[in-house]
């Protein structure tokens, strides 16, 4: 059974940092894409990073570019996401999602971890 | 901002049929990206729907399907459940942000 299992949400600081992890199990971790894929309170869902299954691609929304990192540790079956420069907009729930394929779709998620950003 | 587009919410009766569309545009349908469908209750982990346009993943029932054509994508729901109340996003591929793009959801109320 596939689970994947998020932590490292908190509430921070504007101009704060802080990294999410993402444990995975019951997959080949190494051979799947990740993402994050997150919802900001009364909003929809916003994709805002991707990982290649090696870690040696990685991709990022606009909105988010220069300040989030998104790296993987395949021996730990671990997803992570390094944000920095918090703002009150980084405040929402943010998902692990496994890519069934290169530019399709995702076939599991995990149930989140919230981060709010505030003073 | 989404770039594909949704009404932000139908309702219907049990048993009723209704229809949530997508639109989107010739960097993401229109260049042949598939078209993926999420339901999800906030606060808890989205579950894919339909993939490939058209699919539907094990144990998802029969009463959910989907299409797409041209620039646009439809999905539909039949037999409408009390249980199928929830939010729903459309979702592929963008080749102009190079990246994946999400609906603006739609939620179903069952009357």
């Known amino acids: 059974e596939v689970q994947l299992l998020e932590s490292g949400g908190g509430l921070v600081q504007p101009g704060g940092s802080l990294r999410l992890s993402c444990a995975a199990s019951g997959f080949t971790f190494s051979s799947y894409a990740m993402s994050w894929v997150r919802q900001a309170p009364g909003k929809g869902l916003e994709w805002v990073s991707g990982i290649s299954g090696s870690g040696g691609r990685t991709y990022y929304a606009d909105s988010v570019k220069g300040r989030l990192t998104i790296s993987r540790d395949n021996s730990k079956s671990t997803l992570y996401l390094q944000i920095n420069t918090l703002r009150a907009e980084d405040t929402a729930l943010y998902y692990c999602?496994?890519?069934?394929?290169?530019?399709?779709?995702?076939?599991?998620w995990g149930q989140g971890t919230l981060v709010t950003v505030s003073s | 901002q989404s770039v594909l587009t949704q009404p932000p919410s139908l309702s219907g009766a049990p048993g009723q049929r209704v229809t949530i569309s997508c639109t989107g545009s010739t960097s993401n349908f229109g260049a042949d990206f598939d078209v993926h469908w999420y339901q999800h209750l906030p606060g808890t982990a989205p579950k894919l729907l339909i993939y490939g346009n058209s699919n539907r993943p094990s144990g998802v029932p029969d009463r959910f399907s989907g299409s797409k054509s041209g620039t646009s994508a439809s999905l539909a729901i039949t037999g409408l459940q009390a249980e199928d109340e929830a939010d729903y996003y459309c979702q592929s591929y963008d080749s102009r942000l190079s990246g994946y793009v999400f609906g603006t959801g739609t939620k179903v109320s069952v009357l």
């Open positions: 999602a496994k890519g069934y394929d290169v530019l399709t779709h995702f076939d599991f």
